[in-house]
RNA sequence: GGAGAGAUGGCCGAGCUGGCUGAAGGCGCUCGCCUGCUAAGCGAGUGUGGGUCGAAAGAUCCACCGAGGGUUCGAAUCCCUCUCUCUCCGCCA
């Protein structure tokens, strides 16, 4: 969310915004909203003041024995006054709050103007794609090849959009989380946490995901609960409604938990294989930081997430995400593709964002500078470090071999009992 | 699932026979004083959000004592609903 003030001071600026976001939303009812309000709350509180003052009146008159029955009775008609008054500024606060969630943040200045993901800006690009002297396969042929991935008794437990993974493919899974969580506490810095897999609404709007994108997610029937699309939500929302002291910043944490998304919107895309599920697992990074270094922990947070791949051995590039391709909460974004054989493209495994205090401000995280008055809000970072389900796909895709095993990365090899190769079982 | 207790400021904790309590007291924190360091001591200050005026500093007003309703001229204090925490019983991984 955006602060009101700013919203009310930069009205042009803002509505340019949500043009260059490519975002269809009518910012005509703002200024009336936000007029009516105004007038509303002076009349208001120029009533409660007299009610505050009268009613001391009452009290001493009432202590002095003197009758006050005709001051009340004038009262009483002053307080059905305030109660119809309180009721219609509410209606117009909530109508002004509504409109004030749907609009997105604010990029950054270093981010590129544009439409779509082809304005997406490369940063750099890492590692060497392997020349392979076979035709490279899809993940799914060489999973489903060597018996670790099988979709049709997913599908036959859920339906589209899930896998089972058996054996080595389990395994390889499990170890990649381990791996990630590995690097990312002991030589990152992050605090590992393991949060609740379902959260309430008001975790769900403090991060952006409410009200807006309500059809994204899934919904527990009968309970205020939704499943986590990703630890960002369970983890930021630790901090909620909390003033937290300026030497404690940045706070750093990493956290393991499966991902649950609806894709609605997405029918017909990436319906083969593990790169678009309705389950995931996932490796995520969450910082909170101090405003005037945020941007910093951005790139650092980035690195940290590339850490893993270049630990890995796959090849990626890093690009910077265009105003149109932005994410509604986001003010930076830093997307990591990895290189998929198989298919001839880079694919996201990875987004690092900086949401600056766009949902600090949601989700009432402050904190307090040493020996200054007041709190300010924070600012939210995080990234995935990384998309595991991605990952096993970029492993199998990069280390597949022309007899159809797949080379274990050498900095895996520990978690995984010193397997070598995956072969077929 | 049944019975009971509770939810107050950054933290702890009074108030809860309605009015002078935005809230005692303590801790913490900030500034000043004092002390050759440290500790202790003394004084002052120290919640959040919003409206109005002001260039600003600030002034002033309103709201907020888990959340939402209600009673009342007036509610942290009374009533109702919900959420959460704790204790006991039952059930269960």
């Not at 509505?15 to 509303?40: I, S």
Request: aromatic share 8%; glycine share 8%; charged share 30%.
């Amino acid at each position: 969310m955006l602060d009101l003030k700013f919203v009310r001071a930069n009205l042009e600026q803002v509505k340019e915004m949500l043009r260059l976001r490519g975002y269809d939303l009518d910012m005509a009812g703002f200024e009336e909203l936000d007029r009516q309000r105004r007038a509303g709350l002076a009349v208001l509180e120029e009533l409660r003041h007299k009610r505050n003052k009268v009613s001391e009146q009452i009290a001493e008159m009432k202590k002095r024995g003197e009758d006050a029955s005709a001051i009340i009775a004038e009262m009483k008609q002053v307080s059905s006054e305030i109660k119809d008054l309180e009721k219609r500024v509410a209606a117009v606060e909530r109508q002004l709050r509504d409109l004030l969630m749907l609009i997105p943040n604010m990029p950054h200045e270093s981010v590129p103007v544009g439409e779509d993901e082809s304005h997406n800006q490369e940063i750099r690009v890492w590692g060497e794609i392997k020349e392979m002297d076979f035709e490279p396969r899809p993940h799914w042929e060489i999973g489903e090849g060597l018996g670790i991935l099988d979709f049709s008794r997913a599908a036959k437990l859920s339906g589209a959009r899930f896998a089972l993974y058996r054996g080595a493919g389990a395994l390889l899974e499990r170890a990649l989380i381990n791996f990630m969580l590995d690097i990312h506490t002991k030589e990152h810095g992050y605090t590992e946490v393991l949060p609740p897999f379902m959260v309430n609404r008001a975790c769900m709007t403090g991060t952006g995901q409410l009200p807006k994108f309500e059809e994204d997610l899934f919904k527990v029937a009968g309970w205020d609960l939704y499943l986590v699309p990703t630890a960002e939500v369970p983890v930021t929302n630790i901090h909620r409604e909390e003033v937290l002291r300026e030497e404690d910043l940045p706070i750093l944490y990493v956290a393991y938990t499966p991902c649950f998304r609806s894709e609605a919107g997405s029918y017909g895309k990436d319906t083969r294989g593990l790169i678009r599920q309705h389950q995931f697992n996932k490796v995520e990074l969450v910082k909170f930081s101090k405003p005037e270094t945020s941007y910093e922990e951005l790139e650092t947070l980035t690195g940290n997430a590339e850490e893993i791949l270049r630990r890995l051995e796959l090849p990626y590039r890093v690009v910077c995400l265009c105003t149109g391709d932005l994410g509604f909460s986001a003010a930076k974004t830093y997307d990591l593709e990895v290189w998929l054989p198989g298919q001839g493209v880079y694919r996201e495994i990875s987004s690092c964002s900086n949401f600056t205090d766009f949902q600090a401000r949601r989700a009432g995280i402050r904190f307090k500078r040493k020996g200054a008055k007041g709190t300010e809000l924070v600012h939210t970072l995080n990234g995935s470090g990384l998309a595991v389900g991605r990952t096993v796909v970029a492993i199998l895709e990069n280390y597949q071999q022309a007899d159809g095993s797949v080379v274990i990365p050498k900095a895996l090899r520990p978690y995984m009992n010193g397997m070598e190769r995956i072969t077929g079982q």
